[in-house]
């Protein structure tokens, strides 16, 4: 089953409002998640990293202030998009790294469709 | 920095027929090398990855994937494809962190 869970899967909201995506670890503790985005038909691209108890990472061209990163606990962090805009509708993916004494494994959340109409 | 190069953007095959799909990488670091598949609608799966040791790693469902150094290259390649494994593949690299990068993708085509 899945170890890192995203929701909502789907959401629908107007321009100017903000929707926020949750990304939890379901079987273990991450203090570390990250965001990607992906435009339709193409790769995947890191928004920022999610620091536990600390300020999110962006990567360059990223609003912050747009894009506001919240990792307040060691199994969830969320992304909330403010004032929504049409060209925010994308597909939100967040993964959370399973560190165990033989090593550490990636897992990629079942992803999240933002369509702002 | 480092970089992920996928050459091709779609690779139609017909059904039984092998497979490759390229990936190039660049990094002035050590990297671990990740293949994922994406279905249409559907979140990343991971297909397999090389983090050290033997260079050549395999999946479940059958593809493979060689980590070749002197070339920076980690193709993936299947001797024989199912409708089933159309999807999109991408390839990724991290630089002994859990941040991925991707590279573009190559879309899987397979035919009857």
């Known amino acids: 089953g899945a170890v890192v869970s995203q929701h909502p899967s789907r959401v629908i909201c107007k321009s100017g409002t903000s929707v926020k995506i949750e990304c939890r670890s379901l079987?273990?503790?991450?203090?570390?998640m990250f965001w990607y985005r992906q435009f339709p038909k193409k790769s995947l691209m890191l928004m920022a990293t999610?620091?536990?108890?600390?300020?999110?990472?962006?990567e360059q061209g990223v609003e912050k202030d747009k894009f506001l990163i919240n990792h307040a606990s060691l199994t969830l962090s969320t992304l909330t998009v403010t004032s929504a805009h049409p060209e925010d509708s994308s597909f939100y993916i967040c993964?959370?790294?399973?560190?165990?004494?033989?090593?550490?494994?990636?897992?990629f959340g079942e992803g999240s469709w933002l369509t702002v109409v | 920095a480092q970089s992920v190069t996928q050459l091709d953007s779609q690779v139609p095959v017909f059904e039984e027929a092998p497979v490759e799909l390229r990936c190039n990488y660049s990094s002035s670091v050590s990297v671990y090398l990740f293949w994922y598949v994406q279905y249409p609608n559907q979140g990343l799966q991971l297909l397999l990855k090389y983090l050290s040791g033997s260079t050549l790693v395999e999946s479940i469902n059958g593809f493979e994937a060689e980590f070749n150094k002197s070339q920076t290259s980690f193709h993936l390649r299947k001797p024989s494809v199912h409708i089933s494994d159309t999807a999109e593949y991408f390839c990724a690299v991290s630089d002994l962190t859990d941040k991925l990068i991707f590279g573009t993708g190559t879309r899987l085509q397979v035919f009857p």
């Open positions: 999610s620091n536990e108890g600390s300020k999110a990472t962006y």
């Open positions: 993964s959370a790294s399973d560190r165990t004494f033989s090593g550490n494994t990636i897992y």
């Open positions: 079987d273990f503790q991450a203090t570390t």
